[in-house]
């Protein structure tokens, strides 16, 4: 029985026994569920180990096409969750803490973008992954930080183009690509904050320190940057470059999977302008707890629903995504 203040807050906080073996017991319900809990790089470590696939955004959706999961646990944020659900709807799809949110997709209001592509009409719509299911409806195509330029590169020069709603993300790729794409003036808070300053301090202090940078970060961090990329970009960078340091420009819980991958060499998290805190985190990212996965697992709850009129209209440029993907060998 799901109780009314948990309904409330949209997540369980119930108390966990003491003497408790969470990861082991969380492992044994999966096992028993057949669920598959899948984590973001941006969530916090102990998830990530805990996690049976960890991923970036495009990474996420394509686990969640091919799983034979019957429940899906989702840590990351809400739109994760939708899409993994508009992708695998007879699933039982669950998040930690529905709060789970997003700066991005939030700049974004479905019914105002939908306004103004009807202010654009003839363009084609394209619209990152990081959008609420109802965003999605409006567009043609999906894209993640993974793929934006390759899909942007396959559609004919003369197309044009809606690109919402990371302002920054598109700024990057028009300069690539040399389109003039209409932009949406959306942004990830997180990515918003990094300090050109604060950075070239960094560097000043290892100087042999290669930077880091994701395409949602403003022009300024990116111009001084050693290397652009997806968060997966950056991780296989991090790991192939001869270079033994490098400062990330991106949420800070990349650095538990660099760590990981490649323990012999520095990586330091850039920070943010606003603040003294050495690293720049997602507050969103990490409302996803251990203790909250475990009774999420425990009750089967939240659950992300997504109303089949919507899922069957934001479906299409979710497959297109995976579609030219899968095309282009992504």
Same mark, same amino acid.
């Given at each position: 029985?799901?109780?009314?203040?948990?309904?409330?807050?949209?997540?369980?906080?119930? #108390?966990?026994?003491?003497?408790?073996?969470?990861?082991?017991?969380?492992?044994?319900?999966?096992?028993?569920?057949?669920?598959?809990?899948?984590?973001?790089?941006?969530?916090?470590?102990?998830?990530?180990?805990?996690?049976?696939?960890?991923?970036? +955004?495009? &990474?996420?959706?394509?686990? *969640?096409? =091919? =799983?034979? &999961?019957?429940?899906?646990?989702?840590?990351?944020?809400?739109?994760?969750?939708?899409?993994?659900?508009?992708?695998?709807?007879?699933?039982?799809?669950?998040?930690?803490?529905?709060?789970?949110?997003?700066?991005?997709?939030?700049?974004?209001? *479905?019914?105002?973008?939908?306004?103004?592509?009807?202010?654009?009409?003839?363009?084609?719509?394209?619209?990152?992954?990081? =959008?609420?299911?109802?965003?999605?409806?409006? =567009?043609?195509?999906?894209?993640?930080?993974?793929?934006?330029?390759?899909?942007?590169?396959?559609? #004919?020069?003369?197309?044009?183009?809606?690109?919402?709603?990371?302002?920054?993300?598109?700024?990057?790729?028009?300069?690539?690509?040399?389109?003039?794409?209409?932009?949406?003036?959306? *942004?990830?808070?997180?990515?918003?904050?990094?300090?050109?300053?604060?950075?070239?301090?960094?560097?000043?202090?290892? #100087?042999?320190?290669?930077?880091?940078?994701?395409?949602?970060?403003?022009?300024?961090?990116?111009?001084?940057?050693?290397?652009?990329? +997806?968060?997966?970009?950056?991780?296989?960078?991090?790991?192939?470059?001869?270079?033994?340091?490098?400062?990330? &420009?991106?949420?800070?819980?990349?650095?538990?999977? !660099?760590?990981?991958?490649?323990?012999?060499?520095?990586?330091?998290?850039? #920070?943010?302008?606003?603040?003294?805190? &050495?690293?720049?985190?997602?507050?969103? !990212?990490?409302?996803?707890?251990?203790?909250?996965?475990?009774?999420?697992?425990?009750?089967?709850?939240?659950?992300?629903?997504?109303?089949?009129?919507?899922?069957?209209?934001?479906?299409?440029?979710?497959?297109?995504?995976?579609?030219?993907?899968?095309?282009?060998?992504?």
């Amino acid at each position: 029985m799901i109780e009314k203040k948990w309904l409330e807050q949209g997540f369980i906080d119930e #108390p966990i026994p003491e003497k408790t073996d969470i990861k082991a017991e969380i492992r044994r319900m999966c096992q028993e569920k057949n669920a598959l809990i899948m984590a973001h790089y941006y969530t916090e470590g102990v998830i990530q180990e805990l996690a049976d696939f960890v991923g970036d +955004s495009l &990474a996420l959706a394509q686990k *969640a096409a =091919t =799983t034979d &999961a019957d429940i899906i646990v989702m840590c990351g944020v809400h739109f994760m969750g939708e899409t993994n659900k508009i992708l695998c709807p007879e699933k039982t799809v669950l998040i930690p803490d529905l709060n789970a949110s997003c700066s991005l997709a939030e700049s974004c209001p *479905a019914d105002e973008f939908e306004q103004f592509v009807k202010a654009h009409p003839g363009h084609t719509v394209i619209s990152y992954v990081n =959008t609420t299911a109802g965003t999605k409806a409006v =567009t043609d195509v999906v894209v993640t930080s993974s793929n934006a330029k390759q899909i942007v590169d396959a559609l #004919p020069k003369d197309t044009p183009i809606i690109f919402g709603p990371d302002w920054n993300l598109g700024n990057y790729i028009n300069g690539l690509t040399g389109r003039k794409m209409v932009l949406w003036n959306g *942004a990830c808070h997180v990515h918003e904050k990094f300090s050109v300053e604060k950075i070239l301090q960094l560097k000043k202090e290892h #100087p042999t320190a290669k930077i880091l940078a994701h395409p949602e970060c403003k022009g300024p961090v990116i111009n001084i940057a050693d290397k652009v990329g +997806s968060t997966a970009a950056l991780l296989k960078y991090s790991i192939v470059d001869e270079a033994q340091e490098f400062i990330v &420009a991106t949420e800070s819980g990349i650095l538990n999977e !660099m760590k990981k991958s490649a323990p012999q060499k520095t990586f330091i998290p850039a #920070p943010p302008d606003d603040s003294t805190c &050495a690293c720049n985190e997602c507050n969103y !990212m990490k409302l996803i707890t251990l203790s909250k996965l475990y009774n999420c697992l425990k009750y089967e709850w939240p659950t992300i629903e997504v109303q089949p009129e919507l899922a069957r209209k934001a479906i299409k440029p979710i497959h297109k995504m995976l579609e030219i993907s899968k095309q282009l060998g992504l």
